[in-house]
């Protein structure tokens, strides 16, 4: 189980695209900036974008299909378009 030092903390989102690399950063223990964070992610998913767990050091971790305010960090690319 996560102590709450653990949870607590700045949090990062980086989103991947053709304008570059944008980053969100929000702190754990903000409601405001988790609900905000929460929101860009949601509008990112709903355009199809695909969110995955890392840890700060950008090592693989694993795709999220949800908002986990608690993640290290998460990196969120567009869809791929075939060709």
Known sequence: M?????????REMR??????DT?????A???DE????????DELRAKR???FRVNKL??????MNTFDPTAEKM???PPLVGG
């Open 34 to 41: 988790v609900a905000n964070a929460r929101k860009t992610f």
């Open 58 to 63: 950008g090592n693989k971790g694993e795709q």
């Open 15 to 20: 989103v991947m695209d053709g304008t570059g």
């Open 75 to 77: 990196i969120l690319i």
């Open 29 to 31: 223990d903000n409601p």
């Open 49 to 51: 974008y695909i969110a």
């Open 2 to 10: 996560e102590t709450v030092e653990q949870v607590s903390g700045r």
């Open 23 to 27: 980053k969100t950063i929000w702190d």
